[in-house]
T-cell receptor, first 113, second 112 residues
Framework: AQSVSQHNHHVILSEAASLELGCNYSYGGTVNLFWYVQYPGQHLQLLLKYFSGDPLVKGIKGFEAEFIKSKFSFNLRKPSVQWSDTAEYFCAVIPDSNYQLIWGAGTKLIIKP | NAGVTQTPKFRILKIGQSMTLQCTQDMNHNYMYWYRQDPGMGLKLIYYSVGAGITDKGEVPNGYNVSRSTTEDFPLRLELAAPSQTSVYFC???????????FGNGTRLTVT
């Protein structure tokens, strides 16, 4: 079955630390990849997406993600986190065989001031 | 441009009661979805629709029902509410295949 794995359920970092959140998917064909963010008390919003082209994708608020096809991965990165990055981050995939998003379980990120 | 609008924002139901969660979008999107979000579980797809008159079950459809009589509206019906349906419910939509989802602000439902 197609699935998306986010390796860490909770991550705690200090401000200015570097961030990398892992995301792996299980599907061998073409995929569209997304990272969504949910700030406390808010709905999900798109952080960045990859459809094709340059595998290094830049999103809002200094976030970026790299699609590595050989590793079935789409890890999210940020060089220096801020307290305002405290949120839950969801990786999601649409395989070309299916128009439904497949969601990871989410990673709760807490940034200590 | 309102985007995706969900009502109500909060609701408390007694076991066995019924209710309808409303969702409407003004972006002329064909694809609409209902998700529930439980702590540590991510998003679970309840039902989805690819256009007016077309709906299908998602991952966790039991205890719910939907209809899609217009492009704009996609209400979710809970019949005989159970405590297991206590959750936050999100409606979402998107236009073309693969385009990003637009989410509503969610409905926090408690069943006691």
């Amino acid at each position: 079955a197609q699935s998306v794995s986010q390796h860490n359920h909770h991550v705690i970092l200090s401000e200015a630390a570097s961030l990398e959140l892992g995301c792996n998917y299980s599907y061998g064909g073409t995929v569209n990849l997304f990272w969504y963010v949910q700030y406390p008390g808010q709905h999900l919003q798109l952080l960045l997406k990859y459809f094709s082209g340059d595998p290094l994708v830049k999103g809002i608020k200094g976030f970026e993600a790299e699609f590595i096809k050989s590793k079935f991965s789409f890890n999210l990165r940020k060089p220096s986190v801020q307290w305002s990055d405290t949120a839950e981050y969801f990786c999601a995939v649409i395989p070309d065989s299916n128009y439904q998003l497949i969601w990871g379980a989410g990673t709760k990120l807490i940034i200590k001031p | 441009n309102a985007g995706v609008t969900q009502t109500p924002k909060f609701r408390i139901l007694k076991i066995g009661q019924s209710m309808t969660l409303q969702c409407t979008q003004d972006m002329n999107h064909n694809y609409m979805y209902w998700y529930r979000q439980d702590p540590g579980m991510g998003l679970k797809l309840i039902y989805y629709s690819v256009g007016a008159g077309i709906t299908d079950k998602g991952e966790v459809p039991n205890g719910y029902n939907v209809s899609r009589s217009t492009t704009e509206d996609f209400p979710l019906r809970l019949e005989l509410a159970a405590p297991s349906q206590t959750s936050v419910y999100f409606c979402a939509s998107h236009g073309s295949f693969g385009s990003p989802l637009h989410f509503g602000n969610g409905t926090r439902l408690t069943v006691t």
